[in-house]
């Protein structure tokens, strides 16, 4: 409306918001709302990226001790179709990684006899023996016998009950035997047998097997060699090994192989006399209990410890310190032994039979480890394989662990000097 003063026209609005401020405050709000979006957006996507790294950080140990089942390649298949009744073969695949059948510790070893332990000049010869077969410098390690199958300590051990029993028989110290191993370039692995002992068996009565009138139990007539063995389930005998595991741990080894963690060959006769718990299903618990306090005392010094079984055994059903998941050991050797694996029949657990009678050492090789490997109850260990035979010269060994490696088997011992 408009009116006229002083002939001029007055004009007079009436306020009204513009609606392109309104406008452009709403696109602001909008924008706003989308920024505050899209920065979320970034945040869940770098904080998902750097959980996975973060996680496997955190998780790292349990990586180690819970390590999937490893598959095997397609050629594999074709080698042990009779076994297909005892182990999964399924998720098998062509990847190159799928043969790396060892877990986190690898072992390229050659195993010495306990003759060459009796004095400085044959344990330095056998190191040299091992130099010179070693062209190639594949050879990391060397086992070396400090406690024998039958009692004897290839050491000059301080252990009382040990020294009582007359079972030293060297006069090497363990600081001495390490120190030579090294000079060489090896790291040694300290084998020593558990329970096949009769020197301490003989010395400590309460450390052996028993007949039910207290008397030593001995395996056979004295006539035919009859010997004592060292009983799992006494305390004397888990503490005399426990000593002994203690003082190799402390004088620096790291790794500990114990063999003949297993019972006698009872006879029916045998039991009469000792009694029903001698062959009672649940007598593994003394065995993998033995184990597991030898363990307790070897990681006190930051030590592994590995137990050492046949691997026809092993694959017919019959181990009772692997089957078992109480067994608590850093990992498992599994012995090939050339010599006897030709002259047996191997059964699986279903009753098939393993037929490496026309096989080459290398098939037959591939044939057990690929069994062993099947199975998912030994995916939480370290797996090393041993070959060994009193017939085979070095060299032969050395080309079949050369094989088995490139086919991903890169943990191994070699063993001619079986006892």
Same mark, same amino acid.
């Given at each position: ?35 505050? &979006? ?272 046949? &691997?026809?055994?092993? &694959? ?36 098939? &039979? ?66």
């Amino acid at each position: 409306m408009a009116k006229e003063r002083n002939n001029r026209k007055i004009y007079k609005y009436k306020y009204k918001p513009r609606k392109k401020r309104k406008n452009t405050m709403r696109l602001k709000k909008v924008f706003y709302v989308l920024r505050f &979006i899209l920065l979320l957006c970034i945040l869940v996507v770098i904080g998902y990226t750097l959980a996975g790294p973060v996680l496997k950080i955190l998780h790292k140990d349990d990586n180690v001790e819970t390590t999937s089942e490893i598959s095997t390649s397609q050629e594999e298949i074709h080698v042990i179709t009779n076994v297909t009744d005892d182990y999964d073969l399924s998720g098998l695949n062509d990847d190159s990684e799928s043969q790396k059948k060892n877990n986190t510790e690898n072992f390229s070893a050659v195993r010495i006899s306990s003759d060459s332990l009796k004095g400085a000049d044959s344990f330095k010869k056998s190191l040299q023996d091992v130099k010179k077969e070693d062209t190639n410098k594949k050879i990391k390690n060397i086992v070396v016998p400090l406690k024998s199958t039958g009692g004897e300590l290839n050491f000059l051990s301080e252990n009382e009950d040990a020294v009582s029993a007359k079972a030293v028989v060297s006069d090497l110290k363990l600081d001495e035997i390490y120190s030579k191993a090294e000079s060489f370039g090896y790291e040694p692995i300290a084998e020593i047998s558990l329970l096949e002992d009769a020197i301490y068996s003989k010395y400590n009565v309460n450390a052996a097997f028993t007949t039910k009138s207290g008397s030593r139990w001995i395996d056979n007539s004295l006539e035919a060699g009859g010997k004592s063995w060292l009983d799992p389930s006494k305390e004397e005998c888990a503490s005399y090994l426990e000593s002994i595991v203690s003082e190799i741990v402390s004088a620096g080894f790291k790794t500990i192989l114990c063999t003949d963690v297993c019972y006698p060959n009872f006879r029916q006769s045998d039991i009469s006399y000792l009694g029903d718990e001698v062959s009672d299903s649940s007598r593994y618990i003394n065995l993998t209990g033995l184990v597991y306090k030898i363990k307790q005392e070897a990681v006190q010094k930051g030590a592994s410890v590995y137990v050492f079984e046949d &691997i026809g055994k092993y &694959i017919s059903g019959d181990s009772e310190i692997v089957k078992k998941e109480s067994l608590e050991a850093d990992g498992i050797v599994f012995n090939i032994d050339f010599d006897n694996v030709r002259n047996e029949e191997i059964k699986t657990k279903s009753g098939n &039979i393993l037929d490496i009678s026309d096989m080459t050492n290398e098939e037959a090789a591939d044939l057990l480890t690929s069994a062993v490997m099947k199975s998912s109850e030994i995916s939480r260990f370290n797996v090393t394989f041993e070959y060994s035979s009193k017939t085979l010269d070095e060299s032969k060994f050395f080309d079949i662990s050369q094989k088995m490696y490139y086919k991903g088997y890169m943990s191994y011992i070699l063993n001619k000097e079986m006892e």
